[in-house]
């Protein structure tokens, strides 16, 4: 059973910057897709970044040039630099597998971008 951990997250201010990162507990992660999902307050769970195997990164319009998706295949980890953050960035944070399958999904993090 695959166990994805979030971590990172927390309450800052408009235009301010969090680090969120995802481990994997998986034998096999480096040929995997992986995405940073966000499920906002009474809204539906968003794909908003993701990375090929070969670090090709795709964006949500929402957060283009304001995120960066990374990951270290090594450590099978994935981290998401979220910079500007603005209100509406505000949701519960997941990272799962960013192809057409799913692991099960883990606790997620909160992020709160609020004055």
């Known amino acids: 059973q695959v166990q994805l951990v979030e971590s990172g997250g927390g309450l800052v201010q408009p235009g301010g910057s969090l680090r969120l990162s995802c481990a994997a507990s998986?034998?096999?992660?480096?040929?995997?897709?992986m995405g940073w999902y966000r499920q906002p307050p009474g809204k539906q769970r968003e794909l908003v970044a993701a990375?090929?195997?070969?670090?090709?990164?795709n964006y949500a319009d929402s957060v283009k040039g304001r995120f960066t998706i990374s990951r270290d295949n090594a450590q099978k980890m994935v981290y998401l630099q979220m910079n500007n953050l603005k209100p509406e960035d505000t949701a519960v944070y997941y990272c799962?597998?960013?192809?057409?399958?799913?692991?099960?999904w883990g606790q997620g993090t909160q992020i709160t971008v609020s004055s």
């Open positions: 990375i090929t195997s070969g670090s090709s990164t």
């Open positions: 799962n597998r960013g192809d057409e399958l799913r692991w099960p």
């Open positions: 998986t034998i096999i992660f480096s040929p995997y897709t």
